[in-house]
């Protein structure tokens, strides 16, 4: 999945240019994966909150944590695939204008 990233342009073999300030960024799938994340966790605790048969309040000593795995957690492991995704990194050639967007 990951891909290597070039030294060189394909097109016209043109060294690229090596960007060190630049970071990676999360590719699309990651962040719809983020926004979906988001979206579930609200559902998820208005469910909760509103429509489960079982209402989820703390209770006890431990209860606050309790609920906070129980609220957070889908949303928490959706964010965490979001962020395992490979990131994106673009690539461009002064040269000849070949530009590319790899995985990183
Ligand atoms: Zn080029």
């Not at 090596?18 to 579930?40: C, Q, T």
């Not at 609200?42 to 469910?47: N, Q």
């Amino acid at each position: 999945m990951r891909e290597r990233i070039p030294r060189a342009c394909p097109n016209c073999g043109e060294e690229l240019p090596r960007r060190r300030g630049e970071r990676p960024r999360y590719s699309a799938a990651s962040l719809a994966l983020f926004v979906v994340g988001a979206v579930f966790t609200i559902v998820w605790a208005w469910f909760l909150l509103a429509a489960s048969p079982i209402q989820v309040v703390p209770r006890g000593p431990n209860g606050v944590a309790i609920c906070a795995v129980v609220y957070l957690g889908p949303g928490v492991v959706i964010a965490g695939i979001a962020a395992w995704l490979p990131k994106t990194r673009k690539l461009a050639c002064r040269k000849c204008g070949w530009n590319d967007t790899v995985k990183v």
